[in-house]
């Protein structure tokens, strides 16, 4: 698997994920939707996930409302796709494969060492709900 060197760069520096997010503690920690966003926003850069993707945007919002509703995870096509859908004004079909070229993306630009630190060793990529799922649950921890 090839990965962009400039990213591994920046990455190597980004948010660790077993370390404490510092903005926004006095504030009521990961409870403060601006701190919140903040640390997903950091691991998605850590994952070189690419601001400029619509993907980017999504799965902001598809692990701010998971963080919101853990049960929302359980059922992405009715429920959560549906939900990003009508916030953007899109389909759900298009958040879904917006989500996956987002989460592809990040499978080629990000290290492997990155991807293993969020996701464990795998022999294939996360799919969506799992992508989701997995840095709304680690960001809850937080």
């Given at each position: 698997m090839?990965?962009n ?30 701190a ?5 926003m ?6 070189c ?7 980017y945007?999504?799965?902001i ?6 963080m ?14 549906p939900?990003?859908?009508?916030a ?8 879904q494969r ?6 592809n993306?990040?499978?080629t ?21 799992e992508?989701?799922?997995?840095l ?7």
């Amino acid at each position: 698997m090839s990965y962009n060197k400039n990213c591994v760069k920046i990455c190597k520096f980004a948010v660790n994920p077993d370390s404490e997010i510092e903005v926004g503690q006095e504030g009521g920690g990961m409870g403060d939707k601006t701190a919140r966003k903040e640390a997903i926003m950091d691991v998605l850069k850590d994952l070189c996930v690419p601001a400029h993707i619509k993907g980017y945007r999504y799965m902001i919002y598809a692990v701010e409302l998971c963080m919101d509703d853990n049960a929302i995870i359980d059922n992405v096509i009715d429920k959560l796709y549906p939900n990003i859908a009508d916030a953007f004004g899109d389909t759900s079909s298009r958040v879904q494969r917006a989500i996956r070229h987002a989460i592809n993306v990040s499978y080629t630009n990000a290290a492997p060492e990155i991807i293993e630190q969020y996701f464990g060793k795998r022999l294939k990529k996360a799919p969506n709900s799992e992508f989701i799922a997995t840095l709304a649950f680690r960001l809850q921890l937080r």
